[in-house]
T-cell receptor
């Protein structure tokens, strides 16, 4: 089975701290994504990456950056954590399924980050 | 990517079929319809996808209207474990796989 693993399930950080959220996938996928999920707002795309050292901004990149030094690892960085970044963070990776360019996304279990 | 519209919530009796509708009136010819669900405190899980033909797998069936402007996800015999938020998404073939989630439908399966 494809596995997408996020390093922490729950995290509590202080305002102003630099926070690293790690995501690792074990199937050599090229495309990886970071979302945040908030009540009433659904899942919103923060950043995504097509390949090593490549990254693209999603819909809400402000206050975040990412790092993709190795294909299997995609890190989300909160440069200076703020209380409005308290949220559930979900990592996903994409794999082709069947033919005709179809793809399927696999999600990690999520990291619930609380910034105090 | 086209936008989707889903009802906010639905109830279904255990053992009965759950029919979850989705409108995607601005869908393009090369965009697939994907369904995911998210059970509480877990990451979203792929269910099924289709382009224009109806599709069935071990989890669900997907019915797409002929004009492709709407679709229905069918869980043939809903169980309590099917209680979740269900997301309908359209996505362009061969793109990066970028997923745009809407609000989803919260399905409550009741005993």
């Amino acid at each position: 089975d494809v596995k997408v693993t996020q390093s922490s399930r729950y995290l509590v950080k202080r305002t102003g701290e630099k926070v690293f959220l790690e995501c690792v996938q074990d199937m050599d996928h090229e495309n990886m994504f970071w979302y945040r999920q908030d009540p009433g707002l659904g899942l919103r795309l923060i950043y995504f990456s097509y390949d090593v050292k490549m990254k693209e901004k999603g819909d809400i990149p402000e206050g975040y950056s990412v790092s993709r030094e190795k294909k299997e690892r995609f890190s989300l960085i909160l440069e200076s954590a703020s209380t409005n970044q308290t949220s559930m963070y979900l990592c996903a990776s994409i794999v082709p399924i069947g033919g005709a360019g179809n793809t399927e996304a696999f999600f990690g279990q999520g990291t619930r980050l609380t910034v105090v | 990517d086209a936008k989707t519209t889903q009802p906010t919530s639905m109830d279904c009796a255990e053992g009965r079929a759950a029919n979850l509708p989705c409108n995607h009136s601005t869908i393009s010819g090369n965009e697939y319809v994907y369904w995911y669900r998210q059970i509480h405190s877990q990451g979203p899980q792929y269910i099924i996808h289709g382009l224009k033909n109806n599709e069935t797998n071990e989890m669900a069936s997907l019915i797409i209207t002929e004009d492709r402007k709407s679709s229905t996800l069918i869980l043939p015999h809903a169980t309590l474990r099917d209680t979740a938020v269900y997301y309908c998404i359209v996505r362009v073939v061969r793109n990066t796989g970028k997923l745009i989630f809407g609000q989803g439908t919260t399905l409550q399966v009741k005993p």
